[in-house]
């Protein structure tokens, strides 16, 4: 069932793909009026087909809006706005854009993330050894955004400050199951409202997909009842990845993620494992708690300019405690699995990635997204 899925969503959205660069031109996109007037805009607009374990079968459309002026000159990054509507057969709508707008030449960086969601889902209680028997369904909408100000100390440091919201509001539970016992943090919904801090060292050569180049970040957020949140607790992430070239034409891409939080945490706000971007393989939030690590492997060829081919390995848990995970190893979640990449404009960094991955216990996943994972 799920390879009758896969080659059906491969198909439309190459089919998709082509249609679009035969109505419009050779390069697969829609071009908006304000290019061919004053070439400050361009909108690569394409439509969505994806399937994740999470989601199951989804649709919907999106696009990229770049502005060709508005330029980071110390590393030729454009400001743009990635935005999507997505529904799924799993009656979920998605709605996300991600405007990153670089001024003062980039000296200055606004980053920002906005979703709204109602998002039927799974929760299988918390921890590190939740039985799949645990299962039960939930329903949830989503307000969230975050924003970040940032200042770049030329030539790879950015350090600044960050806004973020979140209002979760739990619409059905299971009745008598874990999250209607209201044991469970965040079970009757949560509003998670702070500030933080962020610093990172970015030597990327690309945002998209890497060939080059190492990123770090730390970042620390506080939600705060002063802001009007309904739980106070604090948040330290470290993000620490590197692409180290073999060839001209492969690489290997090394990430350690790190995730803690300490005080009145809601479910919604500790650590999830799993997913496209973290842990391929394992259902978004199969595993859930305050703490999390995990390290992934990867290695890419680009075999065609616009063709690259993937395979990785990781493994990482989650814990109550942030000192078990430096000392147990008996709750890892390993993973492998690999997937294939495809540039759909030559000079602008975005791809289509589509990812197989299979964890322990039965786990496993199929991916179909924009961009590198990592």
Request: cysteine-free; hydrophobic content about 35%.
């Amino acid at each position: 069932m799920k390879k009758h899925i896969l080659y059906k969503t491969l198909f439309i959205i190459l089919l998709s793909v082509n249609i679009y660069s035969q109505d419009r031109n050779e390069e697969g996109f829609i071009q908006s009026d304000t290019i061919k007037q004053g070439k400050s805009l361009q909108l690569v607009a394409l439509p969505i087909v994806f399937y994740t374990p999470e989601t199951k079968f989804g649709f919907g459309g999106g696009g990229q809006l770049f502005f060709l002026k508005n330029i980071n000159e110390y590393n030729q990054r454009l400001s743009n706005i990635f935005f999507s509507a997505i529904y799924t057969s799993e009656k979920q709508f998605i709605f996300e854009a991600t405007p990153q707008i670089y001024l003062g030449h980039g000296d200055y960086f606004i980053d920002m993330f906005y979703t709204y969601r109602v998002f039927p889902n799974s929760f299988w209680g918390l921890g590190a050894t939740t039985p799949e028997s645990n299962k039960e369904s939930y329903n949830q909408t989503t307000n969230k955004f975050d924003i970040n100000l940032l200042k770049r100390l030329p030539p790879n440091l950015n350090f600044g400050l960050s806004v973020n919201y979140a209002n979760y509001e739990i619409t059905e539970v299971l009745e008598g199951g874990i999250l209607d016992s209201g044991t469970v943090p965040g079970s009757e919904g949560a509003k998670i409202i702070g500030l933080g801090a962020i610093f990172n060292l970015d030597s990327r050569d690309d945002i998209g997909a890497p060939q080059s180049g190492n990123y770090l970040s730390l970042s620390a957020r506080f939600s705060s009842e002063l802001f009007g949140a309904t739980h106070a607790f604090n948040k330290f992430i470290l993000d620490l990845r590197t692409y180290q070239p073999l060839t001209k034409s492969s690489i290997l891409a090394f990430r350690l993620y790190s995730e803690n939080n300490f005080g009145d945490v809601p479910f919604q706000g500790m650590a999830s494992y799993g997913g496209s971007k973290y842990a391929r393989g394992y259902f978004n939030g199969r595993f859930i708690d305050k703490n999390m690590y995990i390290i992934q492997a990867e290695y890419r060829w680009r075999f065609k300019e616009r063709w690259t081919l993937a395979g990785f390995g990781l493994f990482g848990s989650v814990s109550d405690e942030a000192g078990e995970l430096l000392f147990r190893f008996d709750n890892l979640k390993p993973s492998l699995g690999g997937g294939i990449r495809f540039k759909l404009i030559k000079d602008k960094s975005t791809w289509l990635r589509l990812d197989y991955g299979r964890g322990i216990d039965g786990q496993s996943g199929i991916y179909f997204g924009v961009n590198e994972a990592f």
